[in-house]
């Protein structure tokens, strides 16, 4: 991975404060999200632009705001899809029971949290862990895209249904979609995506083990060639 531009003493302008961030009309908060996120110039910067930011309802009810966990330097980027109780509690992607499983998944491979880039397409927990909605989607979305270009990753691998949606399209399940990789552009950085299923799925049926270890071989059999 090339080295990271870091401008010194250079801050993300983070827009101001919406005073009633659910009266926020969505393409207001999607264009201040664009600003917000592309004005970071480092992963740093990224994560206060996202703390400061006060345009997506989500936040609200949130405890945290999840960010990126690892090394963006790997060329490796775990994806998941939002954080739930644990993870909003802690304050940083996979804890809890779904986190230790995670970290047998990599750890089987040669990985480890923090050798990969971990996060989530949305850093904030919806209440009730509810799936978001389209313009909660939106509005995230130039964060994850900033994140993307700034960690510069020559593979993803994505965890569920919810972030193969997200970047692959469509509305399939994530038994359609896993276990191929697919070439995708995103966040202006072209990379190497494959999907397979979250640890939470393989806590709720053990038998789907089989298919990730699948999905994980190859992801291992591609990592070592980059």
């Known amino acids: 991975a090339t080295p990271k531009r870091i401008a010194p003493a250079a801050r993300a302008?983070?827009?101001p404060p919406a005073s009633a961030p659910v009266s926020v009309p969505d393409e207001q908060a999607v264009a201040s999200a664009r600003f917000a996120a592309e004005s970071a110039r480092s992963l740093d910067e990224l994560r206060t632009a996202l703390e400061a930011f006060n345009g997506c309802n989500l936040k609200n009810g949130a405890r945290n705001t999840v960010f990126a966990s690892g090394n963006p330097a790997s060329g490796i980027m775990v994806i998941g899809p939002m954080?739930?109780?644990d993870d909003d509690r802690d304050g940083i992607p996979f804890s809890g029971r779904q986190g230790q499983?995670?970290?047998?998944?990599l750890g089987a491979i040669g990985l480890s949290r923090?050798?990969?880039?971990?996060?989530?397409?949305i850093p904030w927990r919806p209440p009730g862990n509810r799936m978001p909605s389209q313009a909660e989607m939106d509005i995230c979305r130039p964060f994850l895209e900033r994140q993307v270009a700034l960690a510069e990753p020559k593979l993803l691998l994505l965890l569920?249904?919810?972030p193969a949606r997200f970047f692959f399209g469509g509305n399939g399940t994530?038994?359609?979609?896993?276990g191929e990789f697919r070439e995708i552009a995103f966040g202006?950085?072209?990379?190497?995506a494959?999907?397979?299923l979250h640890p939470q799925e393989l806590l709720a049926a053990p038998a789907n083990k089989a298919l990730a270890w699948q999905d994980l071989l190859m992801f291992k059999m591609r990592s070592h060639g980059h």
Not at 174 to 178: E, F, K, L, Y
Request: glycine share 8%.
């Open 114 to 121: 923090d050798g990969v880039l971990l996060t989530n397409v």
């Open 174 to 178: 994530i038994h359609s979609m896993r």
């Open 13 to 15: 302008a983070a827009p």
């Open 188 to 192: 202006g950085i072209s990379c190497s």
């Open 101 to 105: 499983l995670l970290d047998r998944m």
């Open 194 to 196: 494959i999907a397979t």
């Open 83 to 85: 954080p739930n109780a």
């Open 160 to 162: 569920g249904n919810f």
